[in-house]
């Protein structure tokens, strides 16, 4: 909750909060695909930043769900009176929930069970189900597997040069060489069984 409401604070001092919020979405979910760990699963590693990026994100994401569930004027009330109270202290999950519950009026057992004690991330009825998009970064650790396939739908031309600097970038940072398709040479079994990054637009698939 420290890791996730730092950074919250940050999203919504932000111009562009809901960028930033898929942002978090698209970074919990390059860290899931390492190894998704339920919230109160989630042990401190020195030899590892999994925990943490797990818990950053998926931090951020559970305050701005609270914050929906609570309303804006009761959230922000809320929050303030208990950094107030807890400022230097050290602080258990449960008075996090505790107060929120108080702060609500009604129980919230269920809104944080779906929070910390199951992976991923709960899907909400207010809001569409995010694209499953991920940072570029997420990448960088995945070049062993990864294919660039760029669009020839329009502006062909622009979209090869940018795969074309993208796969010197890799080569020159990673000293891994990362193969280039156009968009109508990739294979159906490339497609599952590698990590493609995509530029430009995609070519219509005929029916």
């Known amino acids: 909750m420290s890791a996730g409401s730092e950074a919250y604070y940050r999203v919504l001092s932000s111009s562009h909060p809901e960028n930033e919020l898929e942002r978090h979405r698209a970074g919990f979910r390059a860290a899931a695909l390492v190894k998704d760990i339920p919230l109160n ?53 449960g008075q996090f929930v505790a107060a929120s519950e108080k702060a609500s009026g009604a129980p919230m057992d269920a809104f944080f069970s779906r929070w910390l004690e199951q992976p991923g991330l709960p899907e909400s009825s207010d809001r569409p189900a995010s694209v499953a998009a991920y940072l570029i970064s997420s990448i ?10 760029y669009g020839t739908v329009k502006e062909a031309g622009a979209n090869r040069y940018a795969a074309e600097r993208l796969q010197a970038t890799f080569l020159e940072s990673y000293e891994r060489r990362v193969p280039i ?23 219509p698939t005929p029916h």
């Open 41 to 93: 699963k989630l042990e401190a590693s020195a030899t590892s930043r999994l925990w943490y990026e797990l818990s950053l994100h998926k931090g951020v994401l559970l305050l701005d769900a609270l914050k929906r569930e609570l309303g804006e004027e009761r959230f922000f009330k809320f929050l303030g009176e208990f950094f107030e109270m807890h400022t230097t202290k050290r602080v258990l999950s």
């Open 181 to 203: 398709f156009k968009d109508f040479e990739i294979a159906q079994e490339d497609l599952q069984w590698h990590d493609v990054v995509f530029v430009g637009r995609l070519k």
């Open 140 to 149: 960088h650790e995945r070049l062993a597997s990864a294919v660039i396939v």
